[in-house]
């Protein structure tokens, strides 16, 4: 028959897990790790996160996994943005560090302890230490330990009942955590598809592969065996040993001999190797030289003929001695699932015969496996050894052949994505299949290291003394001239692009000579020197270029963050840019930071970019003074138009990167602490982070959420912030309502106070949801009063809108005198208060009848209002039967007298969204049900009466208009001068204070306004889940005060007004979809007209297209398709995205589409695994989309612990099929991430990452030498 | 200690991977009752053009195969190749033989891994080149 070809061109249809491989169709796979297929008919290596500068590095002491980022645009920025100001870009142009790190590749081909029969060493412990030069980079770990009976030299008598030998086994290998081994390597014959996983090795004996707990019998295959070359005629059977004895280093042999069989039989470990047994069982040359204690020379029929013998020397290790090859058989390293093909005789330890009906097999993978073992051990002891300096110790792990030759190139490219640090046992710790895997050691930081890999090897006795010399000082220092077992040959390499280069010559020629009676070496294979990297010599350096008129005047402030572990945190404070030139400023600016400790600059240099314009630009270059990893710094600019007030820009694009960490720094509370949370924002425009809003307060009584992020975590419980924006306006809620739980009380049982006003329950605020955005306040009261401090820029405050301005030093009260010219009554001292005053007109009126009830709402810049929950409660109008007479003229009149902050800049209504103070009044004879608009003091206009035109228009033609003008000008001082001159002011058409109504004002009522009734309960509720759809904003999974304790709804929603974002009325506004399904709220979410709310169990979508919400309806119920986790689902072009741990769903607001199940022309399959995904995916699984390659992108963890922590599934949505990535984010191990978020115009993927400080995490090496 | 915090963003170019890894439906090759002979592969690959400043592109595959479900993989054939000083994308076709042909097999899996790549590399096609001992048409229920 002719050539055929099977062709695979297609891979666009990606993974088909679930169904039988016979079965999956063309173009799917049965697996597709690291493998894009989005591209039809290609086949690519899957992407990468990277580190991307756009968004310049930030320290923080941790990031809570998968969550804390947030990315938004506004309409603001931090940077002056005018024609006379100054303004800079900043840019990290190098990241410190570079360098490559220095390593070794090699492994222990073998390690041999010998000891004279005579020294009488019994029982203690064989430990081992590796060293680089004379520098320790382990502990001394155990190798084997015994401190029973017998001992070292298993002399377990004859007899060999079973009872005996379990006893031999339990007191030889004693402490488990002292020895290592893998139950994988149970099967001798076959290697298991499962590799030798380092999780089942750490720790644990290796166990007998023919263990079996049937005590009586024989492993089937063990045939015993016969060899008549032995010159000991006494040895007549040679057995494999029992199979009831499950330590696999005991597993060696039973020996019969001539006497009587059965009753004096030997067991002997493979890995022990004593006199006694040599005594027995000489070699098969008759020869009782220890191999190693020969000169391997084919013209000496290959027979060691060295002097050392094996009748008075006791062994122990592993030793590879190729001297066998070419006689007989190949020694070569064979194929991975076979390498049980030579036979060897017992002569080394691990290379016993084995016997079986089918021939003979060799224990050549025995050998293996004890290597393997104790290299598992030791990159274990490598990667947790802490003693030393920090730049003396290593890293380890073992790396793959990759091509099958023993080049050291080979090893060398395999591993591009080092294990975790630990060695802890993770499942991919040991990539591959092999035993004879070699070790990759580096340092933890890059740089130049070089030495030589030394071993020592001491004997103590089991009360941890090391044993003198006499007795057996049987360390053997590869450090020292000591003893060594190879003579100074105690390592030998091989030479790259030779393939099986083994120096085997070199090896078979080590004369053993200088072996004293006891002594220790190690051989290496590979390197034997750690080849040298390059040293970090790369600075940090952030290059600021400075711009615009450098005679601003304006101040900038540089925060120096030290990332590095090397260098400090520094600050320049207010260095104002008023010099003849920009080149001027730069010079004065780095002669400032040449004064920091541990920062230099390079020279102030035109920038050519800028060179045309009117203020020419110049750069100039900051950074470390020392280069390296440990050096790292992040620098964050900020302009001040004062010595005080921060600058900002408008009208601009700025996208913004808010970032809330936790700090390891703590806070008393009483007698415990608390840690406050870091919320920084990194702005694009500004090209800097803003740190200002940061807590770094020292006190607890020092808390003020009107300046920063006011949020704790306490008792380890981690913060759960929750964000969402909408009108330049970021709002940030904690959603872990455990934790605001116990900091509330906490905060009452020691009577903390917020710094603002305190919560409902009496005390500090815990984590109360804040805003932070752009507010121009500047113009309050036009030019009858300036606040102090800042007028425009960006604030941060409390969200929740509620009234809390009633007060007799701070706020509103009723005027106790119409006349606001009466001795005391100007406001003073550090009094900050809006007083008014109603009263009667006496004639004119038209309509006033009965009595009315004033009150007073504050107003919002969006428009909305606090309820009603002021009342002038001393208002004469309130009186019964106020506006009652016989000639019914009366009217109603009011004054104001306002000082808007005192001295020390406390403000009377301090939430800067807050831009006036609005009346309403309920009309005795309508039963007081409407409360109907009086006016506003608008803090910027005036006063606006009710029932008035109101135009920002031309205002000539108007009626007389009511203005902010201070005391003076109104002519209050002029019988008591105190109210002018303390600030006071009032509102004035210029001739009258009073602001009188005629008619009652009938227009337009609270609802009118705001859209909701004011007889609600509350317009704040906390919640856990939020969206913004149809200008409304929805929260569900909420918690309401009920006005003595919270009142928990996990499955209630509540629905915004339009356009008033932070104002839940409740309870008029609550959504209940299914009550009480004992199914809460995770994830909120909206796509058109369509919100969807996501459970854990299921998915409701909500139709809201009539945008009334009382006609909101459920649409469509998708059961056991909800999430755990908010970070389960994300907004794609497509629709809403979503998995749990059942499948993954895509919603494009008409179709839900089921992303497991692929249909046919006549059949659909589920294409995932199911056990495989359920196993994936967990409450700390992460999804994301990138929109520029439509990928989505779901991690299985957001903090790890084992590289594959860091696996991810991809969905395509070019080609609607999924791959895997294998550890695509690893970190590092205990490293985190934060959620996924989408930046610039192509909608990349982009998060938050830990990276190991001061270089050298296994994670992020740096590139290899 | 504070930490470095990156920003990171995704990005689908590839700089290395030692776990590409694909492996394929398990099939009779259009013949279920009949043996067949692996003689060898056919791949077209791109080699890529993007170097970093620290690496050389390059790429190591190995094929491996099984003939029947319940068993291991064994290895087939491994191509390696590193292409320094080349910033041009290059399109290859390797055919490669295997020394001794595979004979007398009636199913077949090949498994593709990538141990060892470094920068772009992308798989246009891969083929296996095999022979029929003969050809019986059968009804096939499975499908």
Redesign the interface.
Known sequence: ?????????K?DKGINSHS?????KEG?????????VSKV???????????????????????IPGNGFYRFTSDNSFMPASPTSSYHTLTNIVDGGGG?LSEAIFSIESLVWAFPSSSNIQNGYLKFQLFIDTTAITDQFTVIHSDGTPNFSTSVGSGGSVSENNTVQTNIYKGTSESFGSSDFDDLYSI??GRPKNSAMIGRILRNSWYNSDTSSFHPGAAGIQNNNWSDNNIIDAQPAWSNIPDWYTNGWQIWTNNVQGSEDYYRSDFFWDNDWFDELTSHYNNPNLIFSAIFDSSDNNEPNGTLSMRNTDMMGFYKWDGYKGFYGDMQVP???SPFVVPTYPYVPGFSPWPSNNGIFSLYGEYYKMVCAFQSQLIYEINNYSGGSASDRFYAQFV?N???DSNLF?YD?????PPSASGDGSDDWH?SAEFYDMIRLFPRTVGAKSGKINCKMTYYNTSDASISSNGGEAGSTGISAAVHLLDDKDAYGFIDGEGDSYEENNLETFNVTSLGPYGGAMVIRGNTDLEVGDAEDNVETHRLVLKGNPLSGQFLDLDF?????AISNAYIENFQIYHSTNQAALTALKSDIDALSGYTSGSVTADSNTSGDTYPGYYLDIKADTAGRNY?FSLSLQWKTNAINYSASIGVDDEQ?A?I?QSNTTLPVGNTTVKPLIFKL?STYSSSWITRYANTISSINNNDMNEYLNWYSYNNIESDPLFYDEGNVLRICETNFSLKQQLESLFETHDINDGQYNSLLGNMWSNPTQWLGYKDISNHFGDSFNYTGNLKGFFIGHQAKIWNYTGTTKGLVVASTDNLRATGHAITGNDTLMKVHFHQGSSGGIDWTGSIKIYAVACYDDGSETLPTHYFDSSPPSASGYFDSDDNAKTLKLRVLFKPSNSLGQKCFDDARINGIRLYYTHSEENNSTFWNLGKFDFNRGFIKASVVDTTDSTAGLESKYEWTTAGDASIGDSNTTASDNNNITLWNGSTYDIEYTQMPKTKSYEDINGFSPLNNTLHVDFKAACIAGRRAFVGNIRVWNGYSYEYYNDRMVVSPVNALDSFPYPANILDLDISDGDEIIALTSYGDKVLQFKKRICYILNISTGIAAEFFIEERHKWKGIENKNHFCVTDNGIFWANDRGAWIYNGEELKDLFIRKGDDSSQQIINRDDWASFISKDSIV?Y?A??R?I?VIKKNKYSTTGDADCYIYSLIVESWTKG??RFYAGVN?A?TNFQN?GSLG??????????GGGGPDNPG?IH | MAKEIKFKTWNDIATSTSNFKMTTKYTDLGAADAKKSILGIIINLNKGSTNTNTSNAFFSLRFKYRTNLDENFGTLITINNSYQNTNQTQNVEIVKYLPKPLKNIYNFQLKIEGIAIKNDFSINDVGIIFRKYRDTRIASLNE
């Not at chain 1, 039988?20 to 999956?24: C, E, G, R, S």
């Not at chain 1, 008919?41 to 923080?60: E, F, L, M, N």
């Not at chain 1, 990349?1244 to 400080?1253: P, Q, R, V």
């Open positions: 028959m002719s050539k055929e070809v099977w062709k695979l061109g891979f039988d491989p016979k079965d999956i799917e796979w049965v697996e597709l790790d690291d493998v894009n008919g290609v086949a690519k290596v899957i992407g990468q996160p990277r580190i991307d500068t756009s968004v310049h590095q930030v320290s923080a002491d941790k990031i490559s298991p598809s194929p991975e699932y793959e990759t091509t099958g080979d490219e395999a591993v591009p994505s990539v963050q030290g990332t590095g572990s790292q990167f970032f960490s990194f994301g990138d520029y390659t990928e992108i294998v550890k490293n991430i930046t990349k993927l982009c998060y938050l990452s830990e990276e190991a400080n590139p």
